[in-house]
């Protein structure tokens, strides 16, 4: 529960603390002092989108911090721990701030954190309920969670099963409408495929092909003067007959191993030059008869081969041009290709086999929604039932709750039935849905009688009302005040209200106040006790809270609601 909600700078209000604890907790006020920021302020801690224009004017940022006690070993402080905070000795810390500009920050159990840790965290601490909460009762979506909500885990099981199912039948659907469309398209694509396959596969490109081939054209087109280089190369390296007199390299260098040899014995440091002259002729030999070689290798049918390589060339330009960039992309292409083609080649067999997946997924579903509207049914004539019971104890004696579960329609992922709450306000009228029939003050009683009896199969720990009397007064009022203080024993409730009939069974008063020191107006919140909880329940009545009748009648009022909690 909410031990204490402090807020700053929000709205009206400059700075507050609220002691809330156990129990029943009433917020009045005047018109205008903001006491709907408390409501507010708890949707911030809870989630809720921050909006700029909740600052307090003047003011740079709005501030709200809640503390909350929790077990120190349940799922709530194991999120907590999860997101780096704390729980220390059972208490939670929450806090939010909005900037100005619009700028949010969340701090759970002293830690920095997502706004949205903040809404997963509400969702199991408090349960709020606005006026725009009571209007959403209104929708058949509303009607169908508060039923599932009261027959808690049998209905909760049953839908999570066929949830399963209705996804994998979902999922399967979608793709076999998917294929079952696609499929001339793709019986074309797969046969455009393979004939570009099978051209590829005709000329089959090897890696790096291209680049030997450029080279070989290379060679071949200039074949005259690479043979002409290599000629004259040779006959300067050795040659038979002298040119021009002069002697080829092979003869000068043995010449000058000749002279060297012949002095070395006076000399020992030319030995090593004469050796290195005589390895020099090796290798000159050697080149000369490499030389000799590529004489003669060079192919004399040189036109017909650079043909052959020019039109392969040309051939995988093509399919370079077709299919790529590179001759790389080509191959790459082939590799893929061939996937692919294996895949949409598999699309009949795929098809047979979604097809008998979806029937099975159909029956499944068939079977669990069908299970899910038995149990929704049995459900609904308790919920009818009770619920109809509380209305009695809110000044509803003669109305009548139905509950009706219609399972004829296209399955969801919530099953195949629509639940309509159904009221008959009076006997001898038709009973109607709640979201036609119903005016304010019973859509009020009908949502709060609903709370009462869900709250016995699945309790949350705090629900806030804000305006839950809206449109009811009277001995209505005096019943939603002590059905409130019922639900109180069970759960904390806080509730924003103008009733002085509702906030009677409150054991918790708390008074939002407007104060201005002539500049600027604001709002604080007092604890209410005694003498001045009396003048506040007086100005609730007749608007005056010093009126002697008023604070007489005020006394009465507290007292009844004394007696009839009790």
Known sequence: ??????????????????????????????????????????????????????????????????????????????????????????????????????????????????????????????????????????????????????????????????????????????????????????????????????????????????????????????????????????????????????????????????????????????????EALQTAGFILADASTELSGYLDGLDADSARELEVVQERRALLAGLVRRHGGTLDDVLEFRRNGGLRLVELDGDDERIEELAASVDRHTAEVDRLAGRLTELRTEAAARLADAVTAELGALAMPDARVTVDVDAEHEPTAHGRDQVAILLQPHQGTEPRPVSRGASGGELSRVMLAIEVVIAGSDPVPTFVFDEVDAGVGGAAAIEIGRRLARLAERSQVIVVTHLAQVAAFATNHLSVVKGTDGQVTSSSVRQLAGAEREAEMARLLSGLSDSESGLAHARELLEIAADRAA
């Open 1 to 274: 529960m909410i031990e204490e909600l402090g807020i700053r700078d929000l709205g009206v209000i400059a700075e507050a603390t609220l002691p809330l604890g156990p129990g029943f907790t009433a917020v009045t006020g005047e018109t205008g002092t903001g006491k709907t920021m408390v409501v507010t302020a708890l949707g911030l801690l809870l989630g809720a989108r921050a909006d700029a224009g909740a600052v307090r004017s003047g003011a740079k940022q709005a501030w709200v911090e809640g503390r909350w006690l929790v077990p120190d070993d349940g799922a709530i402080a194991e999120r907590v721990s999860e997101t780096g905070g704390d729980v220390e000795g059972g208490e939670l810390l929450l806090g939010r701030s909005v900037s100005s500009e619009g700028r949010s920050r969340a701090v759970v159990g002293g830690r920095s954190a997502p706004v949205g840790v903040l809404g997963e965290l509400g969702d199991e601490l408090v349960v709020v309920h606005g006026q725009a909460d009571q209007q959403r009762l209104r929708s058949a979506v509303a009607q169908r969670e508060a039923l599932d909500r009261f027959a808690g885990a049998p209905v909760q099981e049953a839908a999570a099963e066929y949830r399963a199912a209705f996804t994998a039948w979902r999922a399967d659907s979608a793709e076999l409408e998917r294929l079952r469309e696609a499929h001339d398209t793709r019986a074309r694509e797969a046969e455009e495929l393979r004939e570009a396959l099978d051209e590829v596969e005709a000329a089959d490109p090897q890696p790096g092909e291209d680049v030997e081939l450029a080279e070989r054209a290379d060679r071949l087109s200039n074949l005259e003067e690479l043979r002409l280089a290599a000629a004259q190369a040779r006959g300067l390296v050795s040659a038979e007959d002298l040119v021009d007199g002069a002697p080829d390299a092979i003869g000068l260098v043995d010449s000058a191993r000749r002279h060297l040899e012949r002095v070395v014995e006076h000399d020992a440091a030319l030995a090593p030059i004469a």
